[in-house]
């Protein structure tokens, strides 16, 4: 592969039209759409699911008309690089004002090579430059459209879309094996902590009917206790020097991070808030069943909207949090929840102490903590390695973009 000189550039406006077509308000109230948003485009351009709406009924963004060939572009949050050629579309097909539609002049701007060209790093990095906002940066189409991008002679441009639709296939599908892994071990990391917490670490243990019906078989030597024998409700206040601590999904507990890029409230009365000690379990009560509970890292303050639990001593706190965090136990939560639609489900204390838990003895309880502790950091040890092979991968990617289309690279010689 031999290097080449670099293609001449020209303003996108010049060899691409951009936002030709809009639904009008007009537009029959049951006209039926598929519509693409933002956060149905990933990383690599492929787009997923889309929901369906009457045009009475879709949102007010959901405007711009696509056509066969066309590149769409975010042109809001535009650190998201949400970019994706349209292929075939139904008619019916509308995408967001969030995006940029840029349809290629193809006399001399092939349609599949300014896929790539929207692509390359300079041209993203110019997309970065001129967009404005913080939070939410966004960049207008006339500024998108006065974006140099890189024109070849178009046999070449067509040379270079071949070539990249190959190699990025290529790469496309050793990512896609690579993610498959990551949901292998992430479906071996939860079957690893419910079959020790909910079964004990001996495959060959006998086992009883724990006549709980979430819970199931539990090993013979097992007790069961509800809730309320094993933790007590924490209600304390008035201690706003503690530091903040929040209930995450993916995290359990942690120390609230204050974020430099939105305005924190600072005229919060910390006095309200609740106190949670070490080694108490605290959850969200709106987000319980989603598995939001934890063990607290240090004494802080949590929100009055969190229900904080003290260990009475029989259960520890670090088997606690396992067993809360498997999807059996949110879901038995969640039947203890109240409300009216699932997403809006509650779980107050008075649920909460009604469930029933397995009781291990102490013994064996620190035993399977240590157990889950050392194969789940081997696990998420193999999770991390290949979490970085995946993003090489998609660095690989978008350097061999940029290759393709500055010129660096002669496709037509590696056809």
Partial sequence: MTTRTAAPQRKLKYVATINDEALG???????????????????SGTIGELAIYRFEDAPSRARRRVRDGDVIISTVRTYLQAIAQINRPPANLIASTGFAVVRSRRDDFDARYCNYALRELGFLAEVEKRSVGV??????????????????????????ADYLDRETARLDALVVAKERVLGLLAEKRRALITRAVTRSLDPHAPLRD????????????????????????????GEPELPLLEVSINSGVVLREFSDERIESTAADFNTYKVARRDDVVFNKM?????????????????????????????SSSY????FRTAAFSAECGRHSHGIVWDRLRLYWEGFRDIESPLPPSTEQARIVEHISRETARLDSFRAATERTIELLKERRSALIAEAVTGQIDVEGDS
Avoid: C
């Fill in 287 to 315: 987000r319980m069943w989603q598995g939001a509970v934890g063990v607290v890292p240090e004494d802080g303050l949590v929100s009055p909207d969190y229900v904080v639990a003290a260990p009475r001593g029989s259960l």
């Fill in 320 to 323: 606690a949090h396992l067993l």
């Fill in 210 to 237: 724990s006549g709980i019906p979430w819970l199931g078989m539990i090993p013979t030597h097992w007790e069961s206790r509800k809730i309320a024998w094993l933790f007590r409700e924490r209600d304390e206040r």
């Fill in 25 to 43: 308000e007009d537009t029959d109230a049951d006209f039926e759409m598929q519509y693409v948003d933002i956060s149905n485009v990933d990383s």
């Fill in 135 to 160: 939070s939410y940066p966004a960049i207008n189409a006339s500024d998108l459209a006065r974006i140099p991008v890189h024109v070849h002679p178009l046999s070449q441009q067509r040379a270079i």
